[in-house]
């Protein structure tokens, strides 16, 4: 053993001391900023990595229970799975949403998947059957089935559960950020409005911010969005149609379902969709080509189009309690749960 | 599993609760075997048939080794380890490697076939693993060791989960001892390894993952216009970069052997305060080095036999170990620049100049600062994914006001870089003021509540920092 081992025994060590007064300091300091952070409004949220999104995927397959959530941010922050999970007990909830990116590569993947049999609920509009935006979710879904592994899933589930405890393990209060923020800004930041549950869906709290410019910013955002691309012709439209009904055929031969949910836009949001988008020209088409499927525009409902929608195209977490439990009704109408 | 990880803390809690219950030490090593083979199976389970294979090879060689009394047998055996030994490493690690080139030897004789790439997965820490059993087959030919008794015990030599990825390379002789009997350890020697550990996921973590790798792939990425002032920046970085990674994986890994009452060698001793290549060598991956020298280097000849045999095994030695690092050009001119940084340094020694140089603390300083530079260019070239990117890189750390600066700035002045730059600066301060001392004696005579609010600093840190955590850099190799 060397020497700086042995010689320990000699000496007068304080490591009690030292983990004592570490635990305090620990528990004081995180004790302090916690509270700061709850004083100031700041939820805990958690970041969605591949991971993560693996754990939720796997437990797609094999059950036949299970009823899974694809889309983007709509369907992330517009359906609330505490609801979704207490009042159908008997199912797994599982959200499969990401972000920013349309889910043509998840449905391809469940499609694939011989495990899988459940119900999708899938956030649908026309623009992401754009050739252009097919692969977005493919990384996550390759990852999935070429690099994940049991113990990486696990890993990150457990890290979000834990994560989501503290509000200072927010991903945007990072060492990085704060530093940044506060150089910039001179001041601490403001609460953020959304929050990402352990289970990768979200919550939106639209009071935390000034509504009408984040309405705007999303608006022209959404304008630059459909003027970067040209909108698909007819026949790509019908082609790609015909790719998600094969997808939705091959889910149903193995006793699944797939239901397309569009979710709600608000008026200004509405008539930039209908420009580029018009409704008689790709949903009402895709319902005369594919009769068959199963699907729910907001503009058919009253009750769902009722919704206020801050920001133009999100629901606000204070009204996802009342919009999931009717989408779950109306999936009852469709008699896909019980 | 990665010791960033919140399931390997879980692991290792579980692991010092069976470690310090009171079952039998045969129990206890058992428990601690099938622990290991579990952290490297959370990883790709069929992988671990390979770590068998290499334990069950040198086990069995290494007892026909010691049987036979021919030299020409013993020679045979010996070759049957390193057929299966470096043979797994040339399958796995540099097939396509080999494959590539041999295609472009091929091309360019006139004679165009192309081969399927293999897509083999590269075994984690398989470089780590062969180069320990190799070690222990080695000793066992040059009779500087007698096989061991206890298959289990060899087992958990090769295996032991806290080095099995990355190292530090034990060697038998020093390790196998230690499961004669379990060591008894105190708080103290406890509380160290659990310092070290805390330490080294702080290097891990905060150094390496949040201040410096994000800089550093900006500007490898952005090669192609990169300024001076961000090549520099970028160079610098991740010289540091890769010693906090590295060196935290390191210290993790000799700490929680530490805590579970094991003694591992250490692998670093503060390199970038190193003054010339020999004493660099002696301080940066210092297992891989001293593995290099007794396996390699001196079965060479070594310094025997003349200034030419020896600069020759000198260059063979490191541009092997360049290659160790990776199936890649750059790691190859990464180990030829470290030989030739060698070899002038003999050169030196030996010419007038050399022995005209009286050493004292300024010299010392600005022979430092030049071995940290020599050491910055070549970490410019392993970092590198070819020659070309390792060009633009170099290129602009010495166009000053030429075209290089006409790009913009690919890194940002913010308060984020100062505060890099701060950490870079503090870090290289600790180099030079480690650079004679012992990491367990400093922390040894340090106030209790100093130590406490360093120990609290490092922890929230590191949970501020967990968003940006990667794998460890030398998984790879």
Redesign the interface.
């Known amino acids: ?2 020497s ?2 042995s010689s ?2 000699s ?1 007068i ?10 635990a305090w ?2 528990l004081l ?2 004790g302090w900023y916690e509270s700061l952070l709850s004083s100031k409004g700041f939820m805990p949220s958690i ?1 969605v990595n591949q991971d993560l999104w693996s754990w939720n995927r796997r437990q797609a397959g094999d059950q036949s229970n299970a009823i899974v959530l694809v889309g983007a941010s709509r369907i992330q922050l517009g359906l609330d799975t505490k609801v979704l999970r207490s009042e159908l007990v008997d199912k797994e909830i599982v959200p499969l949403a990401i972000n920013g990116q349309y889910p043509m590569a998840t449905i391809k993947g469940l499609a694939a998947d011989e495990t899988f049999n459940g119900l999708v609920l899938m956030s649908f509009m026309a623009q992401m059957l754009e050739p252009q935006y097919e692969e977005m979710q493919a990384e996550y879904n390759q990852y999935y089935t070429q690099k994940s ?1 049991w ?1 990486r899933s ?2 990150a589930y ?2 979000a559960h ?2 989501f405890q503290f509000r ?2 927010h ?1 945007l ?4 950020d ?3 923020y ?3 800004k001179k001041k601490f930041p403001d609460p953020f409005y959304v929050s990402i549950y352990p289970d990768t869906s979200a919550a939106g709290d639209y009071s935390l911010v000034d509504v009408e410019p984040l309405k705007q910013y999303f608006i022209d955002d959404k304008k630059i969005n459909y003027q970067a691309f040209s909108i698909m012709d007819k026949d790509t439209w019908l082609s790609q149609l015909d790719k998600l009904s094969k997808y939705i055929q091959t889910i149903r031969a193995r006793g699944g379902e797939v239901v397309l949910l569009r979710f709600p836009t608000d008026d200004i949001h509405w008539l930039l969709d209908e420009t580029y988008y018009p409704r008689a020209e790709f949903w009402d088409v895709m319902l005369d080509t594919i009769p068959q499927i199963k699907a729910i525009h907001f503009k058919d409902d009253e009750v769902l189009n009722s919704f206020n929608l801050p920001d133009s195209s999100h629901l606000d977490q204070a009204d996802t309690k009342s919009f999931t439990m009717h989408i779950i009704s109306m999936l009852k109408q469709l008699q896909l749960i019980e | ?2 010791f960033n ?3 390997f803390l ?1 692991f290792f809690f579980w692991v010092i609760v069976v470690h310090y219950s009171p079952l039998k030490w045969s129990f206890k090593k058992g428990h601690l075997l099938l622990a290991s083979y579990a952290f490297y199976a ?3 389970p069929p992988f671990v048939l390979l770590l068998w294979l290499s334990t069950l090879v040198d086990w069995q060689v290494a007892k026909k080794i010691d049987q036979q009394h021919q030299p020409q047998k013993r020679k045979h055996w010996l070759w049957l380890s390193l057929s299966i030994n470096l043979g797994m490493l040339v399958v796995f690690k540099y097939a396509e490697f080999l494959l590539v080139n041999f295609q472009l030897l091929l091309a360019y004789l006139g004679v165009n076939v192309t081969f399927a790439d293999p897509g083999l997965i590269l075994p984690m820490g398989i470089s780590f693993f062969t180069f320990q059993t190799l070690s222990y087959t080695l000793d066992v030919y040059f009779k500087r060791l007698k096989p061991w008794h206890g298959f289990l015990d060899y087992a958990l030599f090769v295996g032991f989960f806290p080095q099995l990825v990355a190292g530090p390379i034990v060697r038998a002789k020093s390790f196998l001892p230690q499961l004669i009997k379990q ?1 008894r350890i ?4 406890f ?2 390894g659990l310092t070290f550990f805390i330490i080294g996921l702080f290097q891990k973590m ?1 150094m390496a993952d ?1 201040f410096f790798a ?1 800089i550093v792939d900006q500007v490898f990425a952005q090669h192609e216009s990169i300024d001076t002032a961000s090549s520099w920046l970028g160079s610098l970085f991740f010289s540091a970069q890769i010693f906090c990674d590295f060196s935290g994986y390191s210290l993790c890994a000799i700490g929680l052997a ?1 805590c579970l009452g094991f ?1 591992l060698p250490i692998n670093f001793r503060s390199p970038f305060a190193a003054i010339g290549f020999s004493d660099l060598w002696r301080r940066w991956h210092i297992s891989l080095s001293s593995w290099l020298r007794d396996y390699l280097y001196i079965p060479l000849g070594g310094n025997r036999n003349g200034d030419f045999n020896r600069y020759r095994n000198l260059m063979i030695t490191m541009l092997l170990g360049g290659l160790w690092h990776g199936a890649a050009w750059t790691f190859v001119i990464w180990g030829a620049l470290h030989g030739s940084y060698l070899v002038i340094e003999q050169l030196i020694k030996q010419s007038r100049l050399g022995q005209y140089i009286k050493p004292n603390a300024g010299i010392n300083l600005c022979l430092g600062l030049l071995t940290f530079f020599a050491v910055m260019l070549a970490f410019v070239v392993f970092r590198s994914e070819n020659i070309s990117q390792a060009w633009d890189i170099i290129s602009a750390l010495f166009v000053f006001g030429d075209s290089s600066n006409k790009h913009a700035p690919v890194i940002e002045q ?3 870089l100062y ?1 890099v730059c701060t950490a870079f600066i503090l870090m290289m301060w600790s180099q030079w003021f480690m650079r004679n001392r ?1 990491l ?2 400093v922390l ?1 005579r340090t ?3 100093v ?3 360093l ?2 600093g490092a ?3 590191i ?6 955590s990667n794998a460890f850099i030398y998984f790879q190799f």
């Open positions: 053993m060397p700086f081992i320990f025994n000496k060590n304080n490591w009690w001391l030292t983990w004592l007064l570490s300091l620990l300091s995180i970041e592994s113990y696990f890993d457990l890290t834990i994560k200072f393990l991903p209060l990072g060492l990085n704060l530093v940044n506060f150089s910039a | 599993m990665l990880s919140l399931t879980l959370a990883w790709n060591s105190n708080i103290n020697q509380s160290i905060v949040s994000p530490m003694v913010n308060a984020w505060l012992n367990s004696e040894d106030h209790a509540a130590r406490a609010l120990i609290t922890l929230l840190l949970m501020l920092s967990t968003g940006n």
